[in-house]
């Protein structure tokens, strides 16, 4: 059975950092690619990066681009999403989701199983 499980969010200052962790069981982690997105109060789910089986690809929306890294640790099956210099409009709940093959993609249609995600509040 695969589980993905989010931890770190909570409430932030602007400016600040946020290191968000994914933990997942039940698959061969290294097979597949893992994906970050979120979705804030009354607006759709958007994607936010994602990282290739073995971490040596990565991609990252437009909004995040520049401010963020996402790595992965494949002996702990665990992939971790970084944020910096946080805005409000960072405030969302963020998902973690297992990829349907090595490389991910920006759709969460190619996103077969999904973590509970975790609250990320950035106000001062």
């Known amino acids: 059975q695969v589980q993905l499980a989010e931890s770190g969010g909570g409430l932030v200052q602007p400016g600040n950092s946020l290191r968000l962790s994914c933990a997942t069981s039940?698959?061969?982690?290294?097979?597949?690619?893992v994906g970050w997105f979120r979705q804030a109060p009354g607006k759709e789910r958007e994607f936010v990066a994602t990282?290739?089986?073995?971490?040596?690809?990565?991609v990252f929306a437009d909004s995040v681009k520049g401010r963020s890294t996402i790595s992965r640790d494949n002996a702990k099956k665990t992939v971790y999403l970084q944020i910096d210099n946080l805005k409000p409009e960072d405030t969302a709940v963020y998902y973690c989701?297992?990829?349907?093959?090595?490389?991910?993609?920006?759709?969460?249609?190619?996103?077969?199983?999904w973590g509970q995600g975790t609250q990320v509040t950035v106000s001062s």
């Open positions: 989701a297992q990829g349907r093959e090595f490389y991910g993609s920006d759709s969460s249609a190619n996103y077969p199983s």
């Open positions: 990282i290739s089986g073995r971490g040596g690809t990565t």
């Open positions: 039940g698959f061969t982690f290294s097979f597949y690619a």
